[in-house]
Nanobody, 130 residues
């Protein structure tokens, strides 16, 4: 059974940076795309960023483009989300997820939807104060 464990969340001020990590275990990591989503209170879980199985393609929501960077280290079975210039509207629980389709790379519309992912972490809280 695949397990995903996020870490790195916390309380920061606007303009600060955080790096989230998501460590995978119990299954194949390197052959699958990975995504980050977030959910604020009272809102649906929404797409933040995704990376293809080989790291060759990355995708971002417009709201984070230019501020967030997704990366992966297949040797460590870990995906990262570097978040810079944080804003209060970035406050949410952040979830990582493993995609369902192995060795699938180039489609923003695929990675955008939660239904494209089979496994989810428990989430890590990010709070950005103004």
């Amino acid at each position: 059974q695949v397990q995903l464990v996020e870490s790195g969340g916390g309380l920061v001020q606007a303009g600060d940076s955080l790096r989230l990590s998501c460590a995978a275990s119990g299954g194949t990591f390197s052959g699958y795309g990975m995504g980050w989503f977030r959910q604020a209170p009272g809102k649906e879980r929404g797409f933040v960023a995704a990376i293809s199985w080989d790291g060759g393609f990355t995708y971002y929501a417009d709201s984070v483009k230019g501020r967030f960077t997704i990366s992966r280290d297949n040797a460590k079975s870990t995906v990262y989300l570097q978040m810079n210039s944080l804003k209060p509207e970035d406050t949410a629980v952040y979830y990582c997820a493993r995609s369902s389709a192995p060795h699938y790379s180039s489609s923003y519309s695929y990675y955008y939807y939660t239904s494209s992912y089979s496994y989810w972490g428990q989430g890590t809280q990010v709070t950005v104060s103004s």
